[in-house]
């Protein structure tokens, strides 16, 4: 994973592109000039990310069905010239602009979104985000803590509703009903058991001492040539987005 | 450290509940097709549960904010949302709006009807930023979306957190939190039953 340029990057600064990059798309309204945008960020990706072709289009699938989404609503539900008048609904050239443009936005953001997850292991964002973004080391240890519990929650999830199976009403077929008022009661014991893990974890992190206080970084994350590239590369290809649009 | 882990703990348990309701919905939402988009609107009360539930628990002033920045980082880093970044502005919007009605009462009432303005003004301040952000300005349906949102804000992100916490405290996880505490206080006042604890039925439906 950190083989490749993207997961080599410093992973605050590769954040902060992040952001820079969904702020910035907001101000392109092209649609060409964003789907050459999303095409380019495609490319980058499976180049400097080293993101399997297949991983990245099965994480594309819910961008597309909501870009999709997006556009049928904006083509039907916008005032304007009508482009087909023998249709009995409404299509209008500026609702089909408009919708393509926020599709197109979704994807790029969407894009982003992906590969910054691919390339990045919390711990090491973490572990930036304290050194080179002054986060409190409380905050970040308290996410850690959280997204150790996140890991183990599907298999809790499993078990709670394994044993809620053996007392539900069974379907024509055999099998447990398992409808909203079932997944409302796995809910609220998931909640339960996880607020009481919580306090354990919390007075575990506070009796080893990482609450508060100065302290050293364990494997700290470096700055480099590499960054600075990778804000160039981004702030070239905005701006030139930027100004075509 | 115990209150952040907390927050986190809510953040962390409401987005997978979140995501395995997701995982169920959008076949549905893609089988819609454009009223995929409208239905976003109904379960959207949902995404603004943590901020209530957290300052009703803590007590203290910026407790729902952080939260929802929280939740948002989760989503974000952990589960990596289709949103990005822009997301923490979002959750900051919804955890202003869901905070607000809480600080007016100086977090020492929380009845129904806070609770419900509090789900209220979450859903309402964010949608001008979500309209703006996809662009819901100019389309016929603007009122529409902003009418489903509002009242699943209500419904969703207002009563069902009323309903959860009133739930927690009987159960006795929140024995060592401010919310257990002031219902200790509230029962004490009331001079009967010393020492029943934050199990007792009774204290729950006084605490309202």
Not at chain 1, 166 to 173: N, Y
Not at chain 2, 118 to 130: D, E, I, K, P
Not at chain 2, 135 to 152: H, K, M
Request: hydrophobic share 55%; net charge positive; proline share 6%.
């Amino acid at each position: 994973m950190s083989a490749s340029f993207l997961g080599a990057c410093n992973p605050a600064v590769k954040l902060a592109v992040l952001t820079l990059c969904s702020a910035g798309v907001l101000f392109l309204t092209d649609p060409a000039v964003l789907a050459a945008l999303c095409a380019a960020l495609l490319l980058a990706v499976v180049l400097a990310g080293r993101v399997p072709p297949r991983d990245l289009a099965r994480a594309m699938v819910p961008f597309l069905a909501f870009g999709v989404g997006t556009l049928l609503v904006n083509a039907l539900a916008r005032p304007g010239t009508l482009l087909w008048p023998d249709l009995p609904v409404r299509v209008t050239a500026e609702g089909v602009r408009i919708g393509a443009m926020l599709a197109l936005r979704t994807l790029v953001i969407g894009t982003t979104a992906v590969v910054f997850a691919a390339t990045t292991p919390p711990q090491r964002l973490l572990t930036s985000l304290v050194e080179h973004a002054r986060v409190p080391p409380r905050v970040a240890f308290a996410l850690l803590a959280g997204h150790r519990m996140l890991q183990t929650l599907p298999e809790q999830w499993t078990t709670i509703r394994r044993a809620h199976a053996v007392r539900a009403p069974l379907r024509r077929d055999g099998r447990a009903r398992f409808g909203p008022r079932e997944y409302a009661r796995c809910a609220f014991a998931l909640l339960v058991t996880s607020i009481r893990a919580g306090e354990r974890v919390a007075f575990a992190l506070e009796s080893r001492g990482l609450a508060d206080g100065p302290r050293t970084i364990w494997r700290p994350t470096s700055l480099g040539v590499r960054d600075v590239a990778l804000v160039g590369v981004v702030l070239g290809a905005l701006g030139v987005a930027i100004g075509l649009s | 450290m115990r209150d952040l882990v907390l927050l986190v703990v809510l953040g962390v348990v409401f987005g997978f509940l979140y995501w395995v309701l997701v995982q169920a919905w959008t076949a549905l939402s893609i089988a819609m097709g454009p009223a995929g988009d409208l239905a976003q609107h109904v379960l959207f009360g949902g995404w603004l549960l943590v901020a209530p539930l957290a300052v009703a628990i803590l007590r203290r002033p910026g407790v729902g904010i952080l939260a929802e920045l929280l939740a948002a980082v989760i989503e974000v880093v952990f589960l990596g949302s289709p949103v990005g970044p822009l997301l923490l502005i979002a959750g900051f919007l919804q955890g202003l709006g869901s905070e607000l009605p809480f600080a007016l009462g100086r977090y020492r009432s929380f009845g129904w009807v806070r609770f419900a303005v509090s789900g209220l003004l979450g859903a309402s301040l964010v949608f001008f930023w979500s309209a703006f952000r996809f662009g819901w300005y100019g389309q016929d349906l603007l009122l529409l979306r902003f009418g489903i949102q509002a009242l699943s804000g209500v419904l969703l992100g207002g009563l069902v957190a009323k309903v959860i916490v009133d739930a927690l405290l009987r159960t006795g996880v929140l024995a060592s939190f401010p919310i257990a505490a002031a219902s200790r206080s509230a029962a004490s006042a009331g001079s009967t039953a010393p020492g029943g604890g934050a199990g007792d039925p009774d204290l729950v439906r006084r605490e309202r």
